[in-house]
Each structure stands twice: as structure tokens, then as C-alpha cells.
């Protein structure tokens, strides 16, 4: 019997007679126990950099970026650390914006911020939803030497201490996220969120998950925050649990080099061959939408050497809820996708003619199934799932009889990875 996790619960399923199951999972590393200790002790001893409380002065303007509701992190403890440090340094509460580094999602809900930050911060601090598509909110920042044009929030630019919150994992574009990408992509404009997207980037060999050194999306990033002026950072590293095993606050490259190293230890993990299928686990906040769960089967198929063969089955399970996705780069996805007559027409299009920001997940998902199918088990909304050419399933069983049926044999391997978007197969 496996486990997997499925909206906000687990789904169990056992593999049908001849198939062979492997488990791909994280490795095992203590979580922190008192994480509020562990982040007072990395506030109290940031890494190359002086304590809040003697970087920050009184009249400085302070700006916090922090993830939105997407990413399943810690800011709820994180936040309001850092706000007791700058209360302690003598900011004084009007001076202080929590910038919510949406990107081209949705803005957030007041019920969501609760989440992220908790009801006393929501109540007590301005609180602000990035918006990328408004030029009057952003600062040009200019471009790079390879052409990637550079904004960033005005609040965030124009702050006197600029900090973020993050979570350091493995990432499609990045490599790994967390460190400045809270800021540089959370709180960017629409231009840079689409040139960092686009085709050019997405095509370059250096682009993947895992790959810092090289990595074209990363080398943006990091020159975004730096003019941007980013400061202080205090991330995260997170089991598959979602309990953090390791937080550090600092200087941010300084701080994120030290958290990569950590969460390579974690992720990285082995495997012998590439698989007929893989099960790709998402879970909550994910799999609340096709646009986000979908990672999952682009995560396992852009490691360093895909872990299905070609011509592979990718399932995924996932209720998706909302869909494809409520926000603007969500429907951007969908609108590419469904209006698709096959991927390979549709890589061809986008190549020639670029695409906005969001439909870079279309551009993604097109060249994993070119070489792959993708099944979406027990959706909620399985019309949709086949207008972005991937296959519903109702459950894991129907699952696994179309997985026999496409590839043409009863007596498949099949790498189970519990939580596809926290680990990171290694083909050795």
C-alpha cells in the first residue's frame, strides 16, 4: 500500500498485479523543534551581516516581502520575528510594509494573509499585494548584459531596509527558490516576470531543476534584488511534511548558498533507471488548481535526466478545485493550452512569438507532453483537464489501466515520489 497526499488529507492505493513500485522520497533529517528558538537564534546571529536591530534605524522605511498563499511556508513565525526586531530597533509600526510577493497570481484574501502572517500583524501593519501589471507601483531597474529587463515593486525599491522571507527548494527555473527570488519574481513586473519566462530562458540548457551555477533564470534574479536593494533575508528549509529542518537569516547570498547546501543534502536523492510511469504527489496548497499541481509532472520530468522514458505515463493526483487557476497567468495557461491543436504546433508557435507571463507553464507543459502523457486523478474538474490535454482519472486504478493501455504492456515500473515538488530524483 502507498500513501500519497491529496488536497488536505492522503489518498492510498496499491499497485495492480505485475507492476513494480519504487519510492522516491527525501531523505530523513530531524525537524527543528523549538522552530521559534531556532529563529531567534538566527535573527540574533545573521550570517555576514549586523542584527536587525543594528541595521535598522529608527527612521528608516522598512519593507518585509514575504510569499503568498501558494508556497506552504513558515512566514506566520517568520514575520513576526522580524517585526519584534524592528520594534526593538524603535521602527515605529507606520513605517513598516508587508509587500505580499504575489507575482502575477492572484491577490491575496484577508483570510489568506491571517494565514500567512496571523490576525494580530493583519490588524496592526499595512499590508500591500504586489501588482505587476500596474507601471504606476514599479521602479525600472534596467536591464542585464544578456537583455533581461529589471522592475521591481516601488514600495520595495523605495524602502530604506528591504527584507524578504522565503523557502529554499527545488525549482523548474531557478534551480533552487528562495533567497532573492521572493523579491526579484514575487514583486517584479510583468515585463520581467515574462522575459524570465520566455522561451529564450526556458530553452537554455542552463535552466533547470537543481542548477544554480549557469542557470540564466538564477543569474536574473540575483541582479534584480541586488538593484533592488535586498538587504536581509530569513528562509526556510522544509521537509516533506512542510516542517522546517533548517532556518538562516543574513545576507542574502551569503544565506542562500548555505540553505542550498543544506536542502541539496535533503532532496537529492538517487535513482537507478528511468520508469515506464512515475506518481507525482503534490498535496495542499498545490493541488488547489491544474496550473500549480501540474509542476509536479514538469518536476519529474525536468530533473537533471527525466525519470520516465519517453513515450511515459506522469499521474498526478490532485482535486484542483479552481480549475485551471483563478489568477491572470493561471487563464493565460489555459487559454494557450486549450486553444492547442497538438504541443508540437503549439512549441512552434510560442517559440516564434513568445508568450505572456503564466503561459509560460503552456510552454513547459507542451514539451513534457510531447514526450509524455500527464493524468490528473480524482479532479474536480475533469473538463477542464482535458481541454489542456492531459487525462482525467477518477482514480488511481483507471490511473494505472490507461498508464497499461498507452504504453502497451500490463507489467509496468513505476517510481512512486510521495512529494514530487520536495524531491529531486537523480538518475546515477
Known sequence: MYTI???????????????????AASRHTRPI??????????????????PLNGLAK??????????????????????????????TAGIPDDQITLLCGVGLHRPSTYEEKVIKLGEEVVDRY?????????????????????????????LAYEADLLMATGIVEPHQFAGYSGGRKTVAIGAAGEAMIAYTHGPRIMDHPGTRLGKIEGNPFHEGVSEAARRAGLKFILNVVQDEQKRPVAVLAGEPDAT??????????????PIYRQYDVAVAGVGRPKDVNIYQACRAASYLFFAPVSVVKEDGVIIVPAPTPEGAGEGVGEQRFFEKMRDATDMPSLLKELRK??????????????KVLEKAD???????????????????????????????????????????????????????
Do not use: W
Open 5 to 23: 497526499p491529496f488536497g488536505k488529507d492522503h489518498l492510498c492505493f496499491d499497485l495492480p498485479p505485475g507492476m513494480n513500485g519504487t519510492v
Open 33 to 50: 523543534k523549538d522552530l521559534k528558538g531556532a529563529i531567534s537564534q538566527a535573527l540574533a546571529g545573521p550570517i555576514n551581516s549586523l
Open 58 to 87: 529608527p527612521r528608516d522605511r522598512v519593507c518585509i516581502v514575504f510569499t503568498d498563499i501558494t508556497r506552504a511556508g513558515t512566514d506566520h513565525l517568520l514575520v513576526p520575528a522580524m517585526l519584534k526586531e524592528l520594534e
Open 126 to 154: 499595512k499590508i500591500v499585494d504586489h501588482n505587476a501589471l500596474d507601471p504606476e507601483a514599479l521602479v525600472d531597474l534596467g536591464k542585464t548584459e544578456s537583455g533581461i529587463p529589471l522592475t521591481v515593486n516601488r
Open 256 to 269: 542562500f548558498q548555505k540553505l542550498v547546501g543544506e536542502a541539496r543534502k535533503l532532496y537529492e536523492v
Open 353 to 366: 512569438s513568445g508568450y505572456p507571463p503564466g503561459a509560460q507553464r503552456a510552454f513547459i507543459m507542451a
Open 374 to 428: 500527464v493524468i490528473i486523478v480524482g479532479s474536480k474538474t475533469p473538463d477542464i483537464v482535458r481541454q489542456v490535454h492531459m487525462i482525467p482519472a477518477a482514480d488511481m486504478e483507471q490511473a494505472f489501466h490507461i498508464s497499461a493501455k498507452k504504453i502497451g504492456k500490463a507489467d509496468l515500473d513505476v517510481l512512486i515520489v510521495p512529494h514530487a515538488l520536495l524531491t529531486l530524483p537523480i538518475v546515477s
